[in-house]
């Protein structure tokens, strides 16, 4: 079973930088489809990207459409470990982040992850 911990997140000024980092023990990751979600108070869950695993798309990566262009997903196998690279943030990315692994197709839909990491905040603020 893979453990999943987020970290990276923090308070950043509107049209700053963060890099958030999914480390994975237990199991490599290189078989997991990987999804970074975000929920903020008072709305539902939200797929923001994901990258597929080695074996079944090769590192195929999918944002959605109010991150594209400013977020970018990436793996780095030899650290096991998942980055999302959020530039040019916005107030309304504020919400906790969290990622996930799937052993399945994954994309953005939550339902298809099987394991959790416990969230890192990001605060988008002047």
């Known amino acids: 079973q893979v453990q999943l911990v987020e970290s990276g997140g923090g308070l950043v000024q509107p049209g700053g930088s963060l890099r958030l980092s999914c480390a994975a023990s237990?199991?490599?990751?290189?078989?997991?489809?990987i999804g970074w979600f975000r929920q903020a108070p008072g709305k539902e869950r939200e797929g923001v990207s994901s990258i597929s695993s080695i074996s079944s798309g090769d590192g195929d990566t999918y944002y959605a459409d109010s991150v594209k262009g400013r977020f970018t997903i990436s793996r780095d196998n030899a650290k096991n470990t998942v980055y999302l690279q959020m530039n040019s943030l916005e107030p309304d990315d504020t919400a906790v982040y969290s990622c996930?692994?799937?052993?399945?197709?994954?994309?953005?839909?939550?339902?298809?992850?099987?394991?959790w990491g416990q969230g890192t905040q990001v605060t988008v603020s002047s």
């Open positions: 237990g199991e490599t990751l290189e078989h997991y489809a």
């Open positions: 996930a692994a799937s052993l399945g197709i994954g994309k953005l839909d939550f339902s298809w992850y099987d394991y």
